[in-house]
C-alpha cells in the first residue's frame, strides 16, 4: 500500500524534473546574455540590439512553434536557447534606454514602474500560455491535446516576440 504512493509520486515528478532538465540550458545562457546585453548596450546603444535580440527572439518562438518535442528534444532545447538569448538581448538595452531618459526622482520612479509592470506582465503572460496549453488538454485528450495546447501557447509566445520586434523601430539612436 506504501508503494503505491511513492511510485505514484515518482511518476509525477517525472515530467517536472525532465521540463528542469529541459530548461537548465536556456536559464544558464540567460544569465550570460543579460550579464554581456549591459556592455554591448554600451558599445552599439539600444536600438541596434533590441531589433536584433527581437529577430531572435522570433527565430526560437519559430524553433519551438515548428519542433515536435516527442522527436526531437534536442531541438527543443536549442529552439529554447534561441529564445533566451534574444529575449534579454532586446529587454535589457531597452530598459536601460528607458531608464537613461528619465532624471533625478523621476528615474526611481520609472524603475518602480518597469519593476512592477514586469511582474505584472510576466504573470499575466504566463497565466495565458497555461490557459491557453489547458485548452488543448481540455479540447482533445492525452498527447493530441498537450501537442495542440503548446501550440497554442508557443503562438501567444510568437505574437509577443513579432510585438516585441514592432515596437522595437520606437526605440532611437543615441545622440
Do not use: E
Not at 53 to 81: D, E, M, N, V, Y
Not at 140 to 146: C, I, T
Request: proline share 3%.
Amino acid at each position: 500500500m506504501y508503494l503505491l504512493p511513492l511510485f505514484l509520486q515518482q511518476v509525477l515528478a517525472l515530467p517536472v524534473a525532465l521540463c528542469g532538465l529541459v530548461m537548465f540550458p536556456g536559464g544558464i545562457v540567460n544569465a550570460l546574455v543579460s550579464a554581456v546585453s549591459g556592455r554591448l548596450y554600451d558599445r552599439f546603444g539600444a536600438q541596434g540590439l533590441t531589433r536584433l535580440g527581437s529577430r531572435i527572439a522570433i527565430i526560437g518562438a519559430l524553433i519551438l512553434l515548428l519542433t515536435s518535442f516527442q522527436k526531437s528534444l534536442t531541438l527543443a532545447i536549442i529552439g529554447h536557447i534561441v529564445l533566451i538569448v534574444g529575449t534579454p538581448l532586446a529587454m535589457s538595452p531597452v530598459q536601460t534606454y528607458s531608464l537613461n531618459s528619465l532624471s533625478g526622482p523621476q528615474s526611481a520612479d520609472g524603475s518602480a514602474i518597469l519593476n512592477t509592470l514586469q511582474q505584472i506582465v510576466g504573470a499575466l503572460a504566463t497565466a495565458i500560455i497555461t490557459s491557453l496549453m489547458a485548452s488543448g488538454s481540455l479540447q482533445q485528450l492525452g498527447q493530441a491535446g498537450l501537442q495542440l495546447g503548446t501550440q497554442r501557447g508557443l503562438i501567444f509566445v510568437l505574437i509577443l516576440t513579432l510585438g516585441a520586434f514592432l515596437l522595437s523601430f520606437k526605440v532611437q539612436k543615441a545622440k
